[in-house]
């Protein structure tokens, strides 16, 4: 997936500004579990916010590198220990500005 435009990411943004967070890690931090349900999340809105409990930022962005990964998705945003993610899928519900 190609990275979007800086005013794509703006745009997504702003869509992601009114949502809620959908996945939140636990005290196991991410596993399994939490990477098949952003996955499935991620197939059917393709915007949303996770929340990740960290102690500190180099230990989220890892976190987050790491989650990126592998659900082949693009890092929109972090604001404190949320982070909002984007991967269009195949019936997509967000038209991206060009």
Do not use: F, W
């Amino acid at each position: 997936m190609k990275k979007p435009s800086s005013k794509q990411i703006k745009y997504l943004r702003g869509l992601a500004h009114k949502l809620n967070p959908v996945v939140m890690t636990g005290q196991h931090g991410v596993t399994e579990a939490v990477i098949r349900e952003i996955e499935t999340t991620l197939n059917y809105h393709e915007l949303i916010k996770i929340r990740l409990r960290c102690d500190d930022q180099s230990e989220l962005l890892d976190l987050l590198s790491r989650i990126t990964e592998n659900v082949k998705a693009v890092l929109v945003q972090v604001i404190g220990h949320t982070a909002v993610l984007y991967r269009p899928s195949t019936e997509r519900k967000i038209a991206l500005p060009v």
